[in-house]
């Protein structure tokens, strides 16, 4: 069964500093990997998203994230990150359904604090 | 592009009664409808699956009679608690799959049971 692990809870930068967040998955096949954002309250955000091709993938907000098979994983990176940025992320996995889209998988989350 | 609108987004409600949660999609057909709950500082979790026309498929451990959806047209899609309880206070959400494997989220139902 598809799942996906975000091994850190909680992540503290400062503002400017890099940022990479972590996300592993299980999946016998080719993953569809998603990356979300979520402020308090609310609903979700798309980040980026990776279906093949290109393992570099580059979404809105100046984030990228890179898809490594040999590792199972999709982190998220940005280089220089802004306040407003603090949020809660997420990575999915979809889970396809016959012949359907299927709903996607979501890992715990990692909530992103920026220090000043 | 796609919006799914929810509402209400906030409820607050006494043990016993039942609340519906709505979620509408604007833009577009929506034929399938997902349901998530997400705890406090936990991930989304799949409740059911509503499909337009035919009966919900809920995730192994969801009661169905608990929570209730209908998916009577194209744009509408609700779920309703029933007989709430305090354990059933939560931040529900519902998404739309939209084309080449995106999803749209409504802006979340934060229920209070008291």
């Known amino acids: 069964a598809q799942s996906v692990t975000q091994p850190d809870i909680h992540i503290t930068v400062s503002e400017g500093a890099s940022l990479e967040l972590r996300c592993n998955y299980s999946?016998?096949?080719?993953?569809?990997l998603f990356w979300y954002v979520q402020s308090p309250g609310q609903g979700l955000q798309l980040l980026l998203k990776?279906?093949?091709?290109?393992?570099l993938v580059q979404g809105i907000k100046g984030f990228e994230a890179e898809f490594k098979r040999s590792q199972s994983s999709f982190n998220l990176r940005k280089p220089s990150v802004h306040w407003s940025d603090a949020a809660e992320y997420f990575c999915?996995?979809?889970?396809?359904?016959?012949?359907?889209?299927?709903?996607?998988?979501f890992g715990k989350g990692t909530k992103l604090s920026v220090k000043p | 592009g796609a919006v799914v609108s929810q509402h209400p987004s906030r409820v607050i409600c006494k043990s016993g009664t039942s609340v519906k949660i709505e979620c509408r999609s604007l833009?577009?057909?929506?034929?399938?409808m997902f349901w998530y709950r997400q705890f406090p500082k936990q991930s989304l979790m799949l409740m059911a699956t509503?499909?337009?026309?035919?009966?919900?498929?809920?995730e192994q451990g969801v009661e169905k009679d608990k929570f209730l959806i209908n998916h009577a047209s194209l744009t509408l899609s609700t779920l309703t608690v029933t007989s709430a309880h305090p354990e059933d206070s939560s931040f529900y959400i519902c998404?739309?799959?939209?084309?080449?494997?995106?999803?749209?989220f409504g802006s979340g139902t934060r229920l209070t049971v008291v």
């Open positions: 833009d577009f057909q929506a034929t399938t």
């Open positions: 990776y279906f093949s091709g290109d393992t």
């Open positions: 999946y016998g096949a080719t993953p569809y």
């Open positions: 998404s739309a799959p939209t084309p080449n494997y995106g999803y749209t």
């Open positions: 509503s499909n337009e026309g035919s009966k919900a498929t809920y």
């Open positions: 999915a996995v979809l889970r396809p359904f016959g012949g359907s889209q299927g709903n996607l998988i």
